[in-house]
């Protein structure tokens, strides 16, 4: 099975700044990568599929990159509402899927 | 609204079986394949199984196979997912999703899970 790698863990940062969130896969998953923000007591939500290509409704704050094993989650000028629980998730042929441990990010 | 409701979790003792169900509304049941996730406490998320859109392609996760199935009621617009031989590692809140499939350059297929229910919780304690 493909291991994602998630890191950090947890993240401090405050309303306005720029956090990044990587995702390393254990082989090539071209760019075969989601992301998804889970707030405290909810279902995930879809951020970002294919990568990089942002989900309708989502702010352009938000933005992926990367393909083959290493992936980048970023959110510029952070606001209130993005304090919540990032997970990436590989959907690479044939299953399982399989995510990564998530990334708490806070308010410092 | 597209929407996904789960029902059926509950408290059940170890070796016990147990039946989730998942009620989709909102969009055309029958052109999407359907996952179960799960999420244990204070833990990230597990993909548990997958069915297509057809009901004749079902994928387990290791950790689950030969003691869970999946099926789908497409006159029902539910999926369910039916559990046996629990242990307290089944402990989880069980979510439904949806899958999507983009097509990209080259006919490349993508997939993502873009509509998840609210989950519904299964504790397995004595």
């Known amino acids: 099975d493909i291991q994602m790698t998630q890191s950090p863990s947890s993240l401090s940062a405050s309303v306005g700044d720029t956090v990044t969130i990587t995702c390393r896969a254990s082989?090539?998953?071209?760019?075969?990568l989601n992301w998804y923000q889970q707030k405290s007591g909810k279902a995930p939500n879809l951020l970002i599929s294919v990568a990089s290509t942002l989900q309708r409704g989502v702010p352009s704050r938000f933005s992926g990159s990367g393909s083959g094993t290493d992936f980048t989650l970023t959110i510029t000028s952070l606001q209130p509402e993005d304090f919540a629980t990032y997970f990436c998730?590989?959907?690479?042929?044939?299953?399982?899927?399989?995510f990564g441990q998530g990334t708490k990010l806070e308010i410092k | 609204e597209v929407q996904l409701v789960e029902s059926g979790g509950t408290l059940v003792k170890p070796g016990g079986s147990l039946r989730v169900s998942c009620a989709a509304s909102g969009f055309s049941f029958s052109d999407h394949g359907m996952n179960w996730v799960r999420q244990a406490p204070g833990k990230g998320l597990e993909w548990v199984a997958y069915?297509?859109?057809?009901?004749?392609?079902?994928y387990y996760a290791h950790s689950v196979e030969g003691r869970f199935t999946m099926s789908r009621d497409i006159a029902r617009n539910s999926v369910y997912l039916q559990m046996s031989s629990l242990t307290a590692e089944d402990t989880a809140v069980y979510y439904c999703a949806r899958q999507v499939m983009y097509v990209r350059e080259n006919q490349l297929y993508y997939y993502a899970l873009d509509v998840w229910g609210q989950g519904t919780s299964v504790t397995v304690s004595s």
């Open positions: 069915i297509s859109s057809s009901g004749n392609t079902i």
């Open positions: 998730q590989q959907s690479y042929s044939p299953l399982p899927y399989t």
């Open positions: 082989q090539n998953i071209l760019s075969h």
